[in-house]
């Protein structure tokens, strides 16, 4: 028997495996084990084993058969082969070496060691675990390829020793140190939980260890490693959850509570029962019981709320009750819950949340009896109350105002958002919005206003403009308050006159000085008499009381002295006139605009009738404006109730225009007629009129229309009313 036929006898009685190939691959003889299921048969004689080899093993076959030819010898190879049988894929480790020219190839199968050994490593990848052991004979440390990417380190690196354990900083290699040390004293295993910092951050690594024995001695230690960094920070987040939920229910004075419906018990949080005085030993709590601490007024609303959210399709709860706590007190709380329902649409359970909500209750309350008074001391203190936003909108206002605004505007501002500039006569618009912005500021102002009832009486008002702000010191809203001071404007202007009562208009026709006693005499008593007063005045409030009438008195000189000016300046004007060709349409209706609103003040009905044929004249428009705006502003001065209406019509024939400027109101004596354009002189005159002036402004618009070439006439009746016309010519 040669040495390959004793050989492959040995062989049949074992299970290892034997290929005969030349030294270009070809099979020269084989022995397939006694439990071989690969299926070799006689026709793989002569043929290369490339032909039966699986694809991915066929270049490290080729590798394997050049190299054995070139006389190295080579272990631990794996080959695979595709069978017929249960298995499929047969895995063999073989070991080639070359013998008298052939190649030898011996081993056995290992499918069932790769099978498991692939699964281990697909279990190690999915559930992120490596393995490592530790020979305590030969101090020898190994690491699983799984080991050394967990740490961030290629398998691969010939350096990766370096780079892994001996790497770790010094303290947690001496811990691992001392785990080890103790499980081979004490052969007992371990496991901990350790902390590494990397690149890409913190891991959380769970590493376990267990003792192999011999004879009681540890001579194996096997271990793994699991990188639980996602369950680790998973419990750190529900950890931060939990206690940002206890913490969160606690700042609230809330408690958590689970109702068994069918058992009529119902658990609560710890805390909250400890809160309420109601024993923590005993997990759940009767309903009956919690009943008895609701507040007795609260308990029949409550129970039938209760009722009523168990019973509607919806699954939210609400509910709302006081109750007593453990020190007596009775504390107001909301209910807010989900109901699991069953498949009747019955509900089973009541699972919720009780919040503590007695300050905001109390807070409500509060604000409530404060808004009663606040309304109070508004409805009966002043006579026009308003609380205003940053924004101008009306937040707060008395019932008079409201019922004013309603009937002017058509709103009520109690009931919708009002801009306050928006329910204002034109002619305050522009006072408030400077008092308003200087409150805004911070600043403290007061104005007083004349406001033209629909009587046609006046009322004075003292307006007052108070910011309202925070702790900051930040604006948030403003006051605006009214005061009425008629009867004080009254007192005043009779405190004036008794300074004037040896002065009277008629010396006013021969002297102009004489004819200014009124105008120039009163101001200046006024002046001298405040001054007076103000030397002997201790009082501040009266002090800057009579500082204002000092004002008034200034003012008033002054526009006296300016009108006497104009006057003496007539000459002048005539000089420098600007004169150009004008749509005398265009130029009335501007004039009539801009006193729209103080007819609207008194309730006239203010009418401005146009010329279809739009006549042009050549005039100066300021001074034919200044002129006609004289006319205006006393027909509307004049005229208590009625009407006013202003007709422009043109005479072609002639080439005259006219604008006639007609109201319904007081009129003028016949006997005054002829001097109603002289130079101070008014209607009612003395101690007893009732409109102040200087009464020159007639006496300048006859002096303006006449420079413009024009003429002014005046037809009147007293009590019915005057008709003043202009009549101007039309250019050719």
């Known amino acids: 028997m040669n040495r390959t036929a004793l050989l492959i006898h040995i062989l049949e009685k074992s299970s290892m495996y034997l290929l005969i190939l030349n030294p270009k691959g070809v099979i020269q003889e084989f022995h397939c084990g006694t439990t071989s299921s690969l299926g070799w048969n006689d026709s793989w004689i002569g043929n290369s084993l490339q032909n039966y080899v699986l694809d991915t093993c066929k270049d490290l076959l080729h590798e394997i058969i050049e190299s054995v030819g070139n006389g190295e010898t080579l272990q631990n ?19 080639f070496s070359l013998v008298d020219g052939f190649i030898y190839a011996t081993g056995i199968d290992v499918t069932e060691e790769n099978k498991e050994h692939q699964a281990l490593s697909a ?7 490596a393995a490592w052991y530790y020979n305590p004979v030969t101090k020898e440390l190994f690491w699983s390829k799984e080991c050394y990417k967990m740490h961030g380190i290629d398998p691969d690196d010939t350096e990766r020793d370096q780079k892994g354990f001996y790497n770790y900083e010094e303290a947690i290699r001496e811990r691992a140190k001392e785990y080890l040390y103790k499980l081979l004293e004490t052969k007992e295993p371990y496991a901990y939980i350790e902390t590494v910092t990397q690149k890409e951050g913190v891991t959380y690594l769970h590493i ?4 192999v024995l011999h004879n009681g001695n540890v001579v194996f230690v096997n271990g793994t490693v699991a990188n639980i960094t996602e369950r680790q920070e998973y419990l750190q987040k529900l950890e931060y959850s939990e206690e940002t939920k206890r913490l969160a229910l606690k700042g609230i004075r809330s408690g958590l509570f689970d109702h068994d419906i069918e058992t009529n018990l119902v658990y609560y949080s710890p805390s909250f029962k400890r809160m309420l005085g109601l024993s923590i030993k005993d997990d759940f709590v009767p309903e009956e019981t919690f009943r008895k601490m609701i507040h007795p007024d609260d308990v029949d609303e409550a129970l039938q709320r209760h009722l009523d959210n168990l019973d509607k399709e919806t699954a939210y709860y609400f509910n709302h009750y006081r109750l007593r706590h453990l020190d ?3 504390r107001y709380y909301e209910v807010y819950g989900f109901c699991k329902k069953n498949e009747s649409g019955t509900t089973e359970r009541l699972i919720g949340n009780l919040i503590d909500v007695n300050e905001r209750k109390l807070n409500e309350q509060m604000v409530l009896t404060n808004q009663r008074r606040m309304r109070a001391m508004i409805n009966n203190g002043f006579v026009y109350t308003f ?10 206002t008395d019932e008079a105002s409201a019922a004013i605004i309603e009937q002017d505007f058509g709103v009520n501002p109690l009931e919708t958002t009002v801009q306050f500039i928006k329910v204002l006569p034109l002619n305050f618009k522009h006072t408030f919005a400077d008092s308003f912005n200087e409150a805004l500021k911070g600043t ?3 104005k007083e206003i004349e406001r033209v009832l629909h009587q046609g009486n006046s009322q004075w008002l003292e307006i007052k403009y108070t910011p309202i702000t925070n702790e900051l010191e930040e604006v948030t809203s403003v006051l605006i308050t009214g005061l009425d001071i008629t009867e004080r404007k009254i007192a005043d202007i009779a405190i004036k006159e008794a300074h004037i009562k040896e002065q009277e208009l008629h010396s006013l026709k021969t002297n102009i000085l004489a004819n200014f006693s009124h105008e120039i005499r009163t101001p200046l008593n006024g002046i001298m008499a405040i001054s007076d007063l103000l030397l002997t005045e201790k009082d501040e409030e009266e002090r800057a009381n009579l500082m204002v009438y000092l004002k008034e008195s200034k003012d008033r000189l002054l526009e006296t002295l300016n009108n006497l000016s104009e006057f003496s300046e007539l000459e002048a004007i005539r000089a420098n006139l600007d004169c150009s060709e004008h749509d005398l349409n265009f130029t009335v209706e501007s004039s009539f605009r801009e006193y729209d609103h103080l007819a609207e003040l008194k309730s006239l009905a203010y009418n401005l009738v146009l010329d279809n044929t739009s006549p042009k004249v050549i005039i100066d428009e300021q001074l034919f404006r200044t002129a006609l705006n004289n006319i205006i502003h006393n027909a509307i001065k004049y005229t208590p109730t009625g009407n006013i209406t202003i007709t422009i019509a043109s005479d072609a024939t002639n080439n005259k225009a ?5 109201d319904s109101g007081i009129g003028i004596a016949k006997e005054n007629l002829h001097k109603i354009f002289d130079p101070f002189v008014q209607e009612s005159i003395g101690m007893s009129r009732k409109y102040e002036g200087t009464g020159i402004g007639l006496s300048l618009s006859k002096r303006y229309i006449e420079i413009l070439k024009g003429s002014i ?17 039309i250019k050719q």
């Open 208 to 211: 376990t260890a267990e003792p």
């Open 387 to 396: 609380l205003l936003d940053t924004e101008g909108k009306i937040l707060l």
């Open 123 to 129: 279990v190690s990848k999915l559930g992120k675990i």
């Open 77 to 95: 190879q794996q080959l695979q082969f595709p069978t017929k049988s249960s298995k499929g894929i047969v895995s063999l480790r073989l070991d």
């Open 444 to 446: 403290i102002t007061r």
């Open 713 to 729: 006439t005046v037809q009147s009746e007293v009590g019915k009313g005057s008709e003043f016309i202009i009549t101007l010519p």
């Open 328 to 330: 007596g007190q009775y």
């Open 658 to 662: 006219t604008v006639s400027v007609k």
